[in-house]
């Protein structure tokens, strides 16, 4: 089995900075793609950044410029800078992972549990 546990979630004002963090753990041979999806309060869930295995990033166009993902590939760790959050960033914030659990598998999309992120103004 594969887990994802996110951290680093919380309450900060317009203005400030979080850092959230997702560690994937079991068996896993590759992760293809990790990164961030988020549900803002009554809406749909949607991409904010990915990051593949040799490093190319895709951010939505909400977040560019503000929010920088990152990846540890010998600890399976996928990070999220988020600065000069708003309070449209208000949102569960999951993280997201396309892994490879055997040489011989597929890969597969695996999900977090979700972190809360919470911004006033």
Known sequence: QVQ???SGGGLVQAGGSLRLSCAASGAIVSIQISGWYRQPPGKQREL???ISEGGATNYAASVKGRFTISRD???NTVYLQ???L???DTAVYY???YVQRSRSAS???YWGQGTQVTVSS
């Open 95 to 97: 993280c997201y992972a």
């Open 86 to 88: 708003k309070p449209e």
């Open 107 to 109: 890969f597969y999309p």
């Open 82 to 84: 988020m600065n000069s």
């Open 48 to 50: 904010v950044a990915l």
């Open 73 to 75: 590939t010998a600890n």
């Open 4 to 6: 994802l546990v996110e």
